[in-house]
């Protein structure tokens, strides 16, 4: 087996061990593994996780693990930390997704990331971006409980807090700003000053091993500075997109039981988009 597939499937032990599941439970974390060890391709099977509603939370942030090994230069002495983090962080993620009522809708979803037999397609979360009824109470609640001034140097212990406290600070005031930027009202300076505090966020991110949450703060930089410079307009679809790349922010951060699927799937289009202006 190789080193990332052991990393990813220790991981999810580990998260599995601080739990107190049922044996159906049990059986549920078995079949996952199972899926991951057979793997051929541990980054295709972590997308086709991604596309399946009741997993792509999960694959969100088993994800951002894989980015972490594949993509950064390991170092041995700090592995043993950076695990302890990982594994940690799975713990919400994997309880949010055992505590699915039926049961029955899980192992199918498995099946499906199989291939095994075809699931039925679970009916979709619908939360129209104009509207932004539920997006708009996912921002509101990480407002009430998020605080905190900015990137702090803490002790391992406190890390976890700290590490959402520096991310979701930022995200109200970006929200406002998104608001006032559709109408036109916000300054050249003031964009600039948001942006370089959402690259940091994003490069803190990075450094920590969660390269997704580091994406949506890079695509809001870019996005930013694209508008400053003139070569993007702050329409109302770009607005919903950087809004977008909130809620997936947040959702990813706080481990909200929020269907981001299509969120993510609207940033990552979004960046596509803004790679092609800015080439």
Do not use: W
């Not at 694209?226 to 329409?235: A, C, D, V, Y």
């Amino acid at each position: 087996m190789d080193l990332i597939k052991q990393y990813i499937i220790q991981s999810i032990t580990a998260a599995s061990n601080n739990l107190r599941l049922t044996t159906h439970q049990l059986e549920t974390v078995g079949l996952l593994k199972e899926s991951l060890i057979s793997s051929d391709d541990m980054e295709s099977t972590i997308n086709k996780m991604k596309k399946i509603t009741e997993l792509s939370t999960l694959a969100i942030r088993l994800n951002d693990i894989y980015r972490y090994l594949s993509t950064n230069r390991i170092d041995f002495f700090k592995l043993s930390n950076q695990f302890k983090s990982h594994s940690q962080y799975l713990i919400t993620d994997l309880n949010r997704l055992l505590k699915i009522d039926n049961s029955t809708s899980i192992k199918l979803a498995i099946n499906k990331l199989n291939g095994k037999e075809e699931a039925a397609e679970p009916k979709e979360i619908k939360v129209q971006l104009s509207v932004k009824a539920n997006s708009n109470q996912l921002i509101r609640d990480n407002h009430s409980k998020s605080g905190g001034n900015g990137a702090t140097e803490v002790d391992s212990n406190d890390f976890f807090k700290n590490y959402e406290e520096v991310i979701l600070t930022l995200i109200k005031p970006m929200d406002t700003m998104l608001s006032r930027l559709e109408k036109n009202e916000v300054s050249f300076d003031d964009l600039s000053r948001m942006a370089e505090l959402m690259k940091m966020n994003g490069e803190y991110s990075d450094t920590n091993g969660f390269e997704i949450i580091g994406s949506m703060h890079r695509i809001m930089f870019s996005a930013m500075m694209m508008i400053n410079s003139g070569e993007l307009k702050p329409t109302k679809n770009v607005i919903e997109s950087m809004r977008a790349c909130l809620i997936v922010i947040v959702a990813v951060v706080r481990g909200k039981d929020f269907d981001v699927t299509n969120y993510l799937n609207k940033a990552e289009d979004f960046e596509k988009e803004i790679n092609v202006l800015s080439n």
